[in-house]
């Protein structure tokens, strides 16, 4: 009788009780572990429902009145509108963009201080290799903001009246022909070196510091033709300050609906855009991330933003965080083969 005593004892314990100190220790550690996976799991989104607690600064690495610093300050704005706490444009010009995107880089990754960036970050990856940071190692993608096609216009002296007038004289004095851009790395200057790679011609780039000293020389004569904004440029189209050959989208732009796109005038497949996006620095974490990811969607997609943007030429631009870091991985790959094959150098 007394052999049979554990066994009656065990059919009267609960089940799932442990029967040994060894295994009760075991269940108080599991109980132990899962209330630290869930508080861990916890904390994070509760740190993104608090976030932000404090002014974020949003750092434009280029001068203020071009088109990160008017649409970051734009979304800047709506940002505060929504959540409830200072969003502050600071803007950092300087080396091609570098000296504002390193501050980025070695700030602290808690979502308080933000990067408005654009395709010339993609374009240094490969044009400006030995700058302190690397876009994709040391920066957590965010969300896009908007894309630009650029004009390509020639001053009134020149003897081309469109595309396919332009590259024959291109070809037919190499090296004579000038183009000026806002700086090295810049879609404006890409756009350019894009142009004689597909259409197999040289002409000589004049990089200036900002788009404005290019738009005055190209205005005045001294320099033959240059890839600029749209909205720009529109106008100085129209009072013939210049000649407008042709736009750098696929489809033709509203703004200038009668200027044929490169693709459709004589370069096939030709695309160059300026478009914006935010990034973050590395560690910052996921789940606020994904929270400013929603929150500039929501303003990316509001019918009235694309409405008043594309009538400046812009086109709003939504994705979520993996397809905005594809998108940077194919910008990066396409400007380092143009690189390459162009000989481009950060003058």
């Not at 132990?32 to 750092?59: E, F, K, N």
């Not at 409830?84 to 600071?90: A, C, I, Q, Y």
């Not at 940071?133 to 009246?161: E, G, I, T, W």
Request: charged residues 15%.
């Amino acid at each position: 009788m007394t052999a049979d005593l554990p066994a009656a004892l065990s059919a009267r314990r609960p089940p799932g009780l442990p029967t040994r100190p060894r295994a009760r220790a075991a269940c108080v550690a599991g109980v132990m572990l899962s209330v630290a996976a869930g508080w861990l799991l916890a904390a994070p989104a509760a740190m993104a429902q608090d976030y932000p607690t404090r002014p974020v600064r949003l750092i434009v690495p280029f001068a203020p009145g071009g088109s990160a610093d008017v649409f970051g300050r734009f979304v800047a704005q709506r940002l505060q509108e929504s959540l409830g706490h200072s969003f502050v444009v600071d803007n950092r010009p300087g080396g091609g963009s570098i000296i504002g995107t390193d501050a980025v880089a070695k700030a602290a990754p808690d979502g308080h201080t933000l990067l408005v960036m654009s395709n010339t970050h993609t374009v240094n990856e490969s044009l400006i290799p030995t700058k302190p940071f690397q876009l994709m190692r040391d920066f957590a993608p965010v969300a896009p903001l908007n894309a630009s096609d650029l004009v390509l216009v020639a001053k009134p002296a020149l003897p081309a009246n469109n595309l396919g007038d332009l590259l024959k004289l291109a070809k037919s004095r190499p090296g004579a022909l000038s183009y000026a851009s806002s700086g090295p790395g810049t879609p404006y200057h890409m756009a350019g070196e894009l142009l004689k790679a597909m259409a197999g011609i040289y002409v000589v780039h004049i990089p200036y510091r900002g788009s404005a000293g290019a738009r005055t020389d190209v205005l005045g004569g001294q320099v033959d033709m240059m890839f600029d904004a749209i909205p720009t440029m529109a106008e100085h189209a129209r009072s013939g300050k210049v000649k407008a050959l042709a736009t750098t989208g696929r489809a033709r732009s509203a703004v200038m609906p009668d200027v044929p796109t490169l693709h459709e005038a004589g370069v096939p497949n030709y695309e160059a855009t300026l478009w914006l996006g935010v990034m973050a620095p590395k560690g910052t974490p996921a789940a606020i991330v994904q929270k400013l990811n929603a929150e500039i969607a929501k303003i990316t997609s509001n019918p009235d933003v694309r409405r008043s943007w594309a009538a400046q030429g812009t086109a709003a631009m939504t994705m979520n965080v993996e397809e905005f870091t594809r998108h940077l991985e194919g910008d990066i790959a396409k400007w380092a083969h143009i690189v390459k094959v162009s000989g481009a150098k950060a003058e």
